[in-house]
């Protein structure tokens, strides 16, 4: 495949002109055929690095991802584009799954996005079988490792379909990898050699701020005080979101709040206001961000600290995408090594709790022993909870814990929008029986704005219609109601919802067994990230990014200097040692001018600029046109 097709590529159906740093060697890669792993930082663009070759190779992509609500924006940005691509996830009918598998096995999608949990379907392998596929992608890849801080069991069914493909590369994309992970993902996805293409983790612009403060409240209004543009404020809890947001609204901060747990019409109200410049902060949970593409964000700022470096690293990377200065601040209070150290023992109940929240889950979902093999069903958590009066948080982690032993599939709470089809031919449309004025309108509106509804399924927003085209949003519901009831339509109302998944029937209790690495194993990496991030905050010593640089394997890192840490080392006269290893890193990765040495070093410019002068009679490096560079 030629550079050029590559490139004309990019520009016809993205617009851009040029690729990101990585993106180009691990598309050429992938056309190659080779298995790749590629780990690209937050915000770098990994969507591109699949789409492009996907548009050259002949044949379906398959991309595999646990997302379910990127997923359906990745879809609708193809489908803009207008590019065939389709989801399959197990929030979907049975007659929509059907649609979309016969569109991709008689060649009619370029794109087939699926969750995890569907490889588990023997029906579905089947229907694969019958498919032409040329690129298999495994996003959020280190969700396949169980060294990985996400593990999820159901990604380790990927392997299987490489049989029915082996001609077919495999891309895999992460943002967060350490090098256990790495080597764990290659070895799970059968690479037929390691290839790994990495996009360093550093950020020159991001600064990296630790404040040990026991009023963080105080802290945080005192910080947002002299830092100006527009952020994000993570915090562990949905209640906290909406008690920060007034408490900054109440000392004259523009903020709102967002998590999960909003309708969507809102959630998107909130994000778009936030985009706009409307509102400046935005309090979160960590549900803030998939998919968030602003790129003047300013600083991020944790009130609660993270389970894990990766974790921590993903949040901070929504700062500073446009290249300018920006800072990440974590406020550390002395009760904060504690509530981490708690989260261990919330996240691995006792065994016999999670035999007991599987038994009360069948009771809930009325299956019998022997029943429920290859089937899904809603889920309610709270309500189960109440039910059976058990702790939320120690039950989802058995949930998740079931989900690692793979006797269920447990997948998190999702926000489905309503969808329709019509079912008849459009001249029958205008014959309906019953139909008033209003609901002609609304019709033709439908008719007007949603193309391919006679042949596929196409989502809507019921409320969105209304407000767009000045109609009241229950003339919508009647509408579509009316026409379902005479079967001219399909309609499928909105659902918000949690699923699980029983790749196998109930089992007796005594039968299950919550085997050592879901345990065991699975804690004790939890009880090291834990410790990774409690030796992070508690530094006071080292650089902060070069901390988190080796952390994910990262060799021969030099100190940022604009760090805290750094920023206090920058008083004190380092040695000329220091002075010459620093200067002497930053030119082997590029030339550079004297100023952008002096910028990230965490020196004094003086001694730097006597360093550089010294570096310079003794002809280890050398000056032409403004740069320095290494002889």
């Not at 990262?554 to 002075?579: M, Q, W, Y």
């Amino acid at each position: 495949m030629d550079r050029g097709s590559i490139h004309d590529t990019l520009r016809r159906y993205w617009g851009y002109d040029s690729f990101r740093a990585k993106q180009e060697e691990i598309i050429n890669s992938v056309l190659l055929g080779k298995d790749t792993l590629g780990l690209l930082p937050t915000g770098g663009g990994k969507s591109i690095t699949f789409q492009v070759p996907a548009m050259l190779l002949d044949g379906l992509t398959i991309v595999v991802t646990p997302l379910i609500a990127l997923m359906k924006d990745q879809v609708d940005g193809l489908r803009d584009r207008h590019i065939n691509a389709a989801y399959i996830h197990s929030g979907l009918r049975h007659i929509e799954i059907r649609n979309v598998i016969d569109r991709c096995v008689f060649g009619k999608c370029k794109f087939l996005y699926i969750s995890p949990e569907r490889l588990a379907s023997s029906s579905f392998i089947e229907s694969l079988r019958r498919m032409k596929v040329s690129l298999i992608v495994v996003d959020e890849a280190h969700c396949i490792s169980q060294w990985g801080y996400d593990f999820r069991p159901s990604y380790l069914n990927i392997a299987s379909i490489r049989q029915l493909f082996p001609d077919a590369p495999v891309l895999a994309l992460t943002a967060s990898a350490t090098p256990a992970v790495v080597a764990d993902i290659m070895q799970q996805l059968q690479f037929k050699e390691p290839n790994v293409i990495r996009k360093s983790f550093r950020r020159d612009n991001l600064s990296y701020i630790v404040r040990h403060q026991e009023n963080k409240t105080e802290k945080l209004f005192s910080a947002l005080s002299r830092i100006y543009g527009s952020g994000i404020i993570y915090v562990s809890s949905r209640a906290k979101t909406k008690d920060i947001a007034e408490q900054l609204k109440s000392q004259g901060f523009s903020a709102d709040y967002y998590h999960a747990g909003l309708p969507t019409e809102e959630k998107r109200d909130k994000q778009d206001k936030w985009k706009r410049g409307e509102i400046r902060i935005i309090v979160a949970t960590n549900a803030f961000g998939m998919g968030i593409d602003k790129p003047d964000v300013r600083f991020v700022m944790h009130l609660d600290v993270p389970n894990s470096l990766e974790e921590y690293y993903q949040e901070a990377g929504r700062a500073g995408r446009d290249g300018k200065k920006a800072y990440v601040m974590l406020l550390v209070s002395s009760k904060d090594e504690g509530t981490l150290k708690r989260r261990i023992s919330e996240a691995f109940p006792p065994k016999d709790f999670i035999k007991d929240v599987y038994t009360h889950m069948c009771d809930f979902l009325g299956l019998g022993i022997g029943a429920g093999y290859d089937k899904v069903f809603d889920f309610n958590l709270q309500l189960f909870c109440t039910t059976f009066k058990l702790p939320e948080r120690q039950t989802y982690s058995a949930l998740k814990i079931l989900s690692a032993c793979q006797y269920i599939d447990y997948i998190d709470e999702v926000d489905t929008l309503s969808r329709i089809m019509i079912l008849v031919e459009k001249r029958e449309l205008y014959n309906v029986e019953g139909m008033t004025p209003e609901m002609d309108n609304v019709l033709e509106l439908i008719l007007r704005n949603f193309a391919g509804v006679f042949s596929d399924y196409i989502f809507i927003d019921e409320p969105t219609i209304a407000y767009k085209h000045n109609i009241p949003v229950n003339k919508i519901y009647e509408t579509l109601l009316f026409l379902s009831r005479k079967h001219i339509i399909t309609y499928i109302p909105r659902k918000r919802t949690a699923y699980i998944f029983f790749p196998y029937s109930r089992m007796e209790p005594r039968h299950l067994t919550i085997h050592k690495e879901a345990y065991e194993v699975g804690k004790q990496r939890l009880e090291l990230r834990i410790n990774s991030m409690i030796d992070y905050v508690s530094n006071q010593t080292s650089c902060r990014e070069a901390k988190i640089l080796k952390y994910f394997g990262e060799e021969n890192t030099c100190n940022c200097g604009h760090c805290d840490i750094c920023v206090e080392r920058k008083k004190a006269s380092p040695s000329e040692k220091e002075l010459a290893d620093g200067i002497l890193y930053m030119l082997s990765l590029k030339s550079r001018t004297l100023k952008e040495i002096t910028d990230t070093l965490a020196f004094p410019a003086k001694d730097i600029a006597g360093m550089a002068r010294f570096l310079l009679k003794e002809g280890k490096i050398t000056y032409t046109d403004g740069l320095l560079s290494i002889k």
